[in-house]
C-alpha cells in the first residue's frame, strides 16, 4: 500500500559508506539487494580532479569547492527515509555490511566507513534542472530539460 504523502517525513538520512573502485559495483548491488534503491555513486576525488583537467575545454563554470565533496577513495550514498519502513532499512543495511565486511572476495572492498547527513526531501528526479543550461548544437537543436 502506497504510504499517505502526508505521513512522510521532510527528511532523510544520507548514509555514506567508503569503499573502493573495485567494491563500488558490489556495494552498489547489496545496497540494493536490501532494498536501498535510492543511491548515488561518489566518484574519488582524483578521478573527478583529472576529469576536469581533461575535459577543461568543454566547461564554462565548475563551482568553487566542488572538489571538496569527493573522498580519496569512493563512496556509495543511499538515502533512507525518516520513518519506520526508513529504520528497519536501515537495521538490513547495518546487517549487509557486517556481513560484506566479514567475507573475502578475492579484492579490498574498503573499509565500508559510514558516515551519516540529514537532509531534506526534495524532488531528486528534478530538482537537477535548475542547474543545468540549455546547450545549443548547430543551427536546429537545443539540448535542455523538460
Excluded at 504510504?3 to 573502485?21: G, V
Excluded at 556495494?27 to 583529472?50: C, N, P, T, Y
Excluded at 531534506?120 to 548547430?138: L, M, R, S
Aim: aromatic fraction near 10%.
Amino acid at each position: 500500500m502506497a504510504q499517505n504523502k502526508q505521513n512522510e517525513s521532510p527528511f532523510y538520512t544520507a548514509l555514506t559508506i567508503e569503499t573502493t573502485e573495485l567494491g563500488v559495483d558490489l556495494l552498489s548491488a547489496a545496497l540494493e539487494s536490501v532494498g536501498a534503491e535510492k543511491q548515488e555513486i561518489i566518484e574519488r576525488r582524483e578521478d573527478v580532479e583529472q576529469f576536469l583537467a581533461d575535459n577543461a575545454k568543454h566547461w564554462d563554470y565548475v563551482e568553487n569547492g566542488l572538489i571538496e565533496g569527493f573522498g580519496i577513495e569512493p563512496q556509495v550514498r543511499v538515502y533512507i527515509p525518516e520513518s519506520d519502513a526508513g529504520h528497519e532499512l536501515r537495521a538490513r543495511i547495518d546487517e549487509k555490511l557486517a556481513w560484506l565486511a566479514a567475507q573475502d572476495f578475492g579484492f579490498d572492498i574498503g573499509t565500508l566507513k559510514t558516515s551519516e547527513t540529514r537532509v531534506n526531501n526534495e524532488d531528486w528526479a528534478t530538482n537537477w534542472k535548475k542547474y543545468f543550461k540549455p546547450i545549443e548544437i548547430g543551427d536546429k537543436l537545443v539540448v535542455c530539460p523538460e
